[in-house]
């Protein structure tokens, strides 16, 4: 039997303060912490305004399969990659059974759910493309000390672990990210919102970062982009550069969808 997708649960204790204010007008777009705890959930010590792809919460449509439904206040956490619902009390649940998602239109912006990959925005183009972008929060971390008259000496970086916890035994993972502070020391962690460009190619989304990782993802045309891209320069971080090498990678047959 399918679980509705009207099933939500509680977006970890981050619903504790995702509180939200209209009187927002421009989201953080790096924030850093320090913590002298064992153990830190980034999720429970990040802002609210870099958490979230919309700095207020917006009416949004959800597509799955032949059901449509509408909600009055949808946004989309970047740093879980989850889609989360506001109800009355400015309280926010993670949405279940992303996998069950088709697609979902958000402030004008339409999103499709990859299996194992999560949410992705679709560029639409003028030509045939299939063009994605991946929203998301890079985290960063590493351990501090004192030292000599009060400066602080950065040591090592610290692994970043994200993972799945699923207490209930179901089917409705919720997600964290956790940092171990090596040895109980102090650690700073740096957060920066951030995105990346993906292609499709045979129903899988591929990141598409340099001239390596772009062959990689179309093997079998890996010669004729290495010659379009040695009389081409392509800057993988610009919309409009990956729109053209889109348009170019799939006038050579390259099935997408």
Known sequence: MKRSILNVIPALSISLMLLLSVS???QVQQEH???SAPSVKVEEVASTEIQLLLPVSKPGVVYQGKEVRVFDRLNYNMLLDILVI?????EMFAMADPHLIDSIRLEGK???YFPEQGFFEYLPGKGR???YVKHFVDVNAESVAQGAFGTT???TSIDVVRSLVDPSGSDIAQRTIQIE???GQEIQIYLKRDKEYYLLN???VHPVRSQRSATRAFPEHSRELRRFLRTNVIDYRKEEDIIRLSEYIYSLGVQGN
Do not use: C, G
């Open 153 to 155: 000496n950065r040591t």
């Open 129 to 131: 493309q299939d063009v």
């Open 110 to 112: 339409l999103f499709h």
């Open 24 to 26: 927002v007008f421009a």
């Open 86 to 90: 506001e109800d009355e009390n400015n």
């Open 33 to 35: 912490h320090r913590s």
């Open 202 to 204: 045979d129903r899988e």
């Open 181 to 183: 502070s090596p040895a």
